[in-house]
T-cell receptor, first 114, second 113 residues
């Protein structure tokens, strides 16, 4: 299994500002994922973050809005840029451990944009 | 494109009942299926992972089955407790391509004393 922590756990931000969310894993992992979960909805994949290469973004998500860093095999950040109220969501970091097919999630970051 | 549907969307039961939550998917070419639990405002906790070659997995009071040919999985919860109250999501990982799983919208379960 993998233990994942995220910072911050929640935040309230003003429109037009940016927030960087950190994800730390207790073991080295190849694949890290960033998801968004809007109120009452299921999970939507934002991007896949691989160490040593640029993140791969899903349709509807762009690097300028959601820049991602992956400096090593245990850490990643997601920035939500130029925020609007529509960005209010829970943002979740997820990993798939090497040699296992199981997916694990962090506790999430609850973002409210005013 | 894979579509995952979970029925019912919400369920409220008295403590002690045995429950069945359903997950259906449209493309049977799956690599595995995973059940998660999510408490309000929190992340997802992995409950059970079923590989495509398996028929079921068990953990404590939970049992998950998989029928690929009919595109269905069920999560059985025995002797439900108030602490089981949460949203339960299933995720289906495809064979090939990006291997990115598709999530259902979940079943919101309330077990009242």
């Amino acid at each position: 299994s993998a233990v994942i922590s995220q910072k911050p756990s929640r935040d309230i931000c003003q429109r037009g500002t940016s927030l960087t969310i950190q994800c730390q894993v207790d073991s080295q992992v190849t694949m890290m994922f960033w998801y968004r979960q809007q109120p009452g909805q299921s999970l939507t994949l934002i991007a896949t973050a691989n160490q040593g290469s640029e993140a791969t973004y899903e349709s509807g998500f762009v690097i300028d809005k959601f820049p991602i860093s992956r400096p090593n095999l245990t850490f990643s950040t997601l920035t939500v840029s130029n925020m609007s109220p529509e960005d209010s969501s829970i943002y979740l970091c997820s990993v798939e451990t090497s040699g296992s097919d199981e997916q694990f999630f962090g506790p999430g970051t609850r973002l409210t944009v005013l | 494109k894979q579509e995952v549907t979970q029925i019912p969307a919400a369920l409220s039961v008295p403590e002690g009942e045995n429950l069945v939550l359903n997950c259906s998917f449209t493309d049977s070419a799956i690599y595995n299926l995973q059940w998660f639990r999510q408490d309000p405002g929190k992340g997802l906790t992995s409950l059970l992972l079923i590989q495509s070659s398996q028929r079921e997995q068990t953990s404590g009071r939970l049992n998950a089955s998989l029928d690929k040919s009919s595109g269905r999985s069920t999560l059985y919860i025995a002797a439900s407790q108030p602490g089981d109250s949460a949203t339960y999501l299933c995720a289906v990982k495809p064979i090939g391509g990006s291997y990115i799983p598709t999530f259902g919208r979940g079943t919101s379960l309330i077990v009242h004393p």
